[in-house]
């Protein structure tokens, strides 16, 4: 078995795959700003799932915390969430030209030509159009988020909201309901405006060609599926795996990896591990550096511009 973990800054993703990238276990929880606890906690799911009969041989991370990751699992390989995302959907879809990711907190764009990615783009400035935003504006509205895109499909006549910056987007949105457009309209509009936005900004420049792969947690919204193929005019692919894209790529390239795995094994889920800072005064960069330790050894160091802490 193969097990890939995806620790983004909002949800922390874990698949454990076999030889032929079954899915045998797979797990999403929100990170909550405790990426060590998330991936312990991951790590407690997924053993559960398979009744503790995981016969693992390989190990990778990914995400924005793949590093992170790394030093609490060891892992065998350690790959950006481009290059997890594009191995995944090549693999369920061969012939995929372009890839539309957006999950919690950025979202991006994916080309690939003969199964190779030849460009892509992310939006990692602001966090309109992601899931986060969409969360928000749904509590805003009362309403759950699994029930946004559904309520959205059912809009007569979908108003105009600006979608540039999420600050404009919800004041317009106020603005919108405050003259009378129902709210159906409003959520529609809001879709609309969120596509737009990353047609313009996220993908600008790109050839976007069929077959299109749309992934991570926003592709579960009916509401922006649709409008991204109103927008495109054509048909979008959600796959099965659709929020476990980045963790199911990063445990396919473990496959690849020589040797015996370095995986600590599931006990690490009961390791403590704290995190500390300090500011190097080795030159006038003054680099805070970021530490976790573990039973009072130092595991490994971010920050570092030079290089000395690692």
């Not at 692919?237 to 990063?250: H, L, S, T």
Request: glycine residues 10%; hydrophobic residues 45%; aromatic residues 6%.
């Amino acid at each position: 078995m193969y097990l890939g973990v995806d620790l983004g800054s909002v949800s922390t993703d874990l698949t454990i795959i076999d030889e032929n990238v079954n899915v045998l276990a797979q797990v999403y929880l929100l990170t909550g700003g405790a990426p060590i606890e998330a991936t312990k906690e991951g790590l407690r799911m997924v053993e559960a799932q398979l009744n503790g009969k995981c016969d693992i041989q390989g190990v990778g991370t990914t995400g924005s915390g793949r590093r992170l990751a790394d030093v609490i699992v060891g892992a065998d390989v350690v790959k950006n969430e481009i290059t997890a995302h594009a191995v995944a959907a090549s693999y369920l879809v061969p012939d995929v030209k372009t890839i539309i990711e957006i999950g919690g907190q950025d979202s991006k764009i994916i080309i690939l030509r003969d199964g190779i990615p030849v460009d892509f783009a992310m939006n990692t400035v602001c966090a309109a159009g992601t899931g986060s935003f969409l969360d928000h504006q749904a509590a805003r509205l009362g309403i759950a988020i699994e029930e946004f895109g559904k309520i959205a499909l059912r809009a007569k006549s979908p108003a105009r909201i600006a979608g540039r910056c999420t600050v404009f987007a919800e004041s317009d949105m106020v603005h919108k309901q405050q003259v009378g457009c129902s709210k159906e309209d409003v959520m529609a509009g809001l879709c609309d405006a969120l596509v737009r936005n990353f047609l313009s900004n996220v993908a600008k420049g790109k050839e976007i060609l069929e077959p299109i792969v749309f992934q991570g947690g926003v592709a579960a919204n009916e509401g922006i599926k649709h409008a991204f193929e109103k927008e495109l005019g054509v048909k979008l692919i959600i796959p099965q795996y659709f929020k476990f894209m980045g963790a199911i790529g990063v445990s396919m390239l473990a496959m690849e990896k020589d040797g015996a795995t370095r995986f600590k094994g599931f006990s690490v889920a009961d390791t403590e591990f704290k995190t500390s800072s300090f500011t190097c005064d080795g030159c006038p960069n003054q680099c805070e550096i970021v530490q976790i330790i573990s039973d009072g050894e130092r595991l490994a160091c971010w920050g570092s511009i030079c290089g000395k802490w690692k």
